[in-house]
C-alpha cells in the first residue's frame, strides 16, 4: 500500500483511498478518550487525535488476508501537543496466544511523517521492568516482540502515517497503561526541538529508558528488508505466521 498511489492524507488527517481498495470508515480516537493516560489533566472534548482504518487491502488481495487471518491497518496521528505532551495513542498490550506463553507480536511502518514507538515490559505486578523508545522515519519498519505494551508518538510537525500488520481476531488490553495514567515516561516539548522524557511518578520502579534508532533493530522477518509491508505480505504470507 503506497502513499499516492492507493490513498492520500487529506489537510485534516482522513485518508482519500484509490478505486480499487477496500478500507472502512476510520475509528476516531478523540482527546476525551485519552484523558487516562495523558501527563496533564486536561478538559475533555471532542478534538480528534487519530484515525485507524482497520483491515486496508485491495481487493484482489482480500482472500489471502482472510485466509492467513491477518489484518492490514493504516493509522494517521495528528501533529500537535495536548499542553506540552505531544500527541500519542493511548497505548495497549496484546493477549497471550491460545495455549501458549507468548502474547502475540505485530509489525509496524512508517509511511509518512517520524515516530516513537515507546515499548515497555510489565511484571507480574503490573510495574515496569524494561522501556524504550525506537525512533522511526518513513520507511522504518519496527517489530514489536511478545511481552511488549506500545505506545505511539507523533514528535513531528506533520501527520504520522503508519501501517500494521497483525494477528485479525484478538482484542487489545488497554487496562495496563490506564490504570499508571499512561506509559512509564511521557514525551513534553522540550527547550530543543527533540522534546524531553518524564518520568510517570505512578511507577514504583524506576528504569532508564533506552533510546533506540529503527534502524538498528533486528528483523525477525527477512521478506520484509526491501519490500513494503504490503508487498512482503502478499509475496511471502507464511513468512508472517509468527504474528499468529
Known amino acids: 500500500m503506497i502513499l499516492g498511489k492507493h ?12 478505486a480499487g481498495v477496500l478500507a472502512p470508515e476510520p475509528d476516531v480516537r478523540r482527546l476525551a478518550d485519552a484523558l487516562p493516560v495523558l501527563y496533564a489533566d486536561v478538559p475533555p472534548s471532542d478534538r480528534p487525535l487519530y484515525y485507524m482504518y482497520r483491515g486496508v487491502c485491495l481487493e484482489n488481495d482480500r482472500e489471502l488476508y482472510q485466509q492467513h487471518d491477518i489484518r492490514y491497518d493504516i493509522t494517521v496521528i495528528l501533529p500537535g501537543t495536548i499542553g506540552k505532551e505531544y500527541i500519542k495513542t493511548v497505548g495497549h498490550f496484546h ?26 515490559k510489565n511484571n ?4 515496569v521492568e524494561e522501556v524504550m523508545a525506537i525512533e522511526a522515519k518513513k520507511g522504518d519498519k519496527v517489530f514489536i516482540p511478545p511481552a511488549y ?3 505511539t508518538i507523533n514528535p513531528g510537525n506533520k501527520p504520522l502515517v503508519m ?16 490504570e499508571k495514567r499512561g506509559a512509564a515516561y511521557y514525551y513534553l516539548e522540550g527547550e530543543d526541538s527533540k522534546g524531553d522524557f518524564v518520568k510517570n511518578p505512578r511507577y514504583q520502579n524506576s ?7 529503527a534502524p538498528s ?7 520484509v528488508k526491501n519490500k513494503s509491508l504490503y508487498e512482503a505480505f502478499i ?3 507464511e513468512a508472517f505466521k509468527i504474528l499468529k
Open 163 to 178: 501501517a500494521n500488520l497483525i494477528e485479525s481476531h484478538f482484542s487489545s488490553l488497554y487496562g495496563p497503561f490506564r
Open 235 to 237: 509475496a511471502e504470507p
Open 124 to 127: 507480574r505486578s503490573g510495574d
Open 217 to 223: 533493530l533486528t528483523q525477525p522477518i527477512s521478506a
Open 7 to 18: 490513498f492520500t492524507v487529506e489537510s485534516n488527517g482522513l485518508l482519500t483511498f484509490a
Open 95 to 120: 493477549p497471550l496466544k491460545p495455549h501458549s506463553s507468548e502474547t502475540y507480536p505485530e509489525y509496524y511502518e512508517v509511511l509518512d511523517g517520524e515516530a516513537i514507538y515507546l515499548f515497555q
Open 207 to 213: 528504569v532508564a529508558l533506552k533510546l533506540v534508532a
Open 149 to 151: 505494551g506500545h505506545v
